[in-house]
């Protein structure tokens, strides 16, 4: 009798309560959604500019999103799907920390988005990253 509908005593179809628990919470979480959602503006690109394909690609994105043109961080990097840890901390993370510091003040970044052409993986150290290297 669970999943069927009841007949009150006034001879009214009642919906079984899980079904209107369902309800109840489908309305209380749908204004989130809405909320939750990112805005052109809190999304920062990442792009290698050394990838010609990459930037193309990036600059197309960012016009169809309305992103702004501010937010863009463009490495220059070989267009290996690997990157050694020093060549990371270094080409890619301390520009888009500066970015990242900038931008923050005027509103807040809440994802980074990598465009094609950018290093999958980390290599593990010089020695570990030639054995391990898929």
């Known amino acids: 009798m669970m999943g069927e509908y009841v007949r009150s005593k006034a001879g009214r179809l009642r919906l079984p309560v899980f079904f209107m628990v369902f309800l109840c919470l489908a309305f209380i979480l749908t204004p989130v959604s809405g909320v939750l959602a990112l805005e052109a503006g ?10 010609p394909g990459g930037a193309e690609l990036a600059s197309y994105y960012m016009k169809q999103r ?3 043109g501010e937010n863009i961080v ?3 990097l070989p267009g290996d799907e690997s990157i ?11 520009p888009v920390r500066k970015v990242l ?10 994802c980074l ?3 094609y052409g950018m290093p ?5 150290g010089t020695m570990m990253g030639t054995l391990f290297r898929c």
């Open 74 to 76: 463009q490495v220059w």
């Open 42 to 51: 809190e999304v920062l690109v990442v792009v290698n500019a050394g990838d």
């Open 113 to 115: 988005l990598l465009m």
């Open 84 to 94: 050694g840890r020093k060549q990371y901390d270094e080409k890619i993370a301390a």
């Open 66 to 68: 309305g992103i702004p």
């Open 120 to 124: 999958l993986r980390e290599m593990m």
């Open 101 to 110: 510091k900038e931008l923050e003040r005027r509103r807040p970044i809440r």
